[in-house]
């Protein structure tokens, strides 16, 4: 059973995390701009294909509502950036190799694999507000869908 979404007020963790050409990205040159920060276990995968093929395929709908859709993997930014070519992907991917940020945002911990606890990146997303204010967060998502439930919600914030 998937959680559902909670609502919050409180301060984004700042990162700096590099992206899929190897350059750094840190939430604080995103000021004034909302920010869909969604984590996804394994480039490639067919359920975070079918994540970031949506975000893409609804990304004018995001940039319509002043959002940007960051992406943050364990994956390398080699490995984000074969992903991107193979899919012509148009959101931007993070590496967060060591976990660290997905640690701070509750995106690593034990998950539920085929029946088995392990742990590992827990498919979730936060909505940033342009103040740096996490103002949702869906904190175990299913994939198909999600973005442009994800779109809904940021639309209706801003109503």
């Given at each position: ?29 995103f000021?004034?701009?909302w ?79 085929f ?45």
């Amino acid at each position: 059973m998937l959680k559902t979404e909670t609502v919050l007020r409180k301060k984004a963790p700042a990162f700096t995390l590099h992206d899929q050409d190897n350059e750094p990205v840190s939430l604080k040159d995103f000021a004034g701009k909302w920010v869909v920060l969604y984590f996804y276990p394994k480039d490639d995968t067919p359920g975070c294909t079918t994540e970031a093929c949506e975000f893409t395929s609804g990304i004018r709908g995001f940039e319509d509502l002043n959002a940007v859709v960051l992406g943050v993997s364990k994956d390398s930014p080699s490995s984000h950036r074969a992903f991107i070519d193979k899919h012509q992907l148009r959101v931007r991917l993070l590496s967060d190799p060591d976990h660290k940020i997905m640690e701070k945002y509750g995106a690593w911990g034990l998950k539920h694999i085929f029946g088995q606890q392990a742990k590992g990146t827990i498919r979730s997303t936060v909505l940033i507000d342009p103040k740096g204010y996490i103002v949702k967060h869906w904190p175990e998502v299913t994939a198909e869908g999600h973005a442009e439930h994800v779109r809904q919600a940021l639309a209706e914030l801003q109503e």
